[in-house]
């Protein structure tokens, strides 16, 4: 009986393992998103038209960018650098079809699939469900 319970303790103990890693995928906090952008009014009307972007404040971590990525489909990305904790460098600024970080690193992201562009990163951006109804976005999570 002594030798199966050391055997089991043994067995479990050899199974624990310790993960110290930090999920960087953490610093963006999940705050509610309720937007809605018609796209009739002249500040949201450039997204009528494929590959445009446009920034949303008070929305997201730091407001959001939405993109139209073509075929009637749009899509919304929080406008901080989710491999950074918030802080003024780690706001997102847009570059084209683009978005990069002001911090040192100068992290660079496609407002198209939110993917890092160049060096892979352990995060892509945090991204917010869009919905197209009529003339209206309706951005949420």
């Not at 802080?87 to 079809?97: E, H």
């Not at 911090?103 to 992201?109: I, L, P, R, V």
Request: aromatic content about 10%; overall charge negative; glycine content about 10%.
């Amino acid at each position: 009986m002594k030798k199966g319970l050391f055997m089991l303790s043994l067995l479990f103990l050899m199974n624990c393992g310790s993960d110290d890693r930090i999920n960087n995928c953490n610093f963006l906090l999940n705050v509610g998103v309720n937007a809605s952008l018609n796209l009739n009014l002249p500040e949201f009307s450039q997204l009528m038209f494929i590959s445009n972007s446009v920034y949303v404040a008070n929305q997201g971590n730091g407001g959001i960018y939405v993109t139209n990525v073509g075929n009637g489909n749009y899509r919304a990305w929080d406008a901080f650098d989710p491999n950074h904790a918030p802080s003024s460098c780690s706001f997102l600024q847009i570059d084209g079809v683009n978005v990069t970080c002001g911090c040192a690193d100068e992290n660079e992201y496609s407002l198209f699939t939110g993917q890092s562009i160049g060096d892979p990163l352990p995060c892509g951006l945090k991204e917010y469900r869009v919905t197209l109804s009529g003339n209206n976005l309706v951005i949420s999570n």
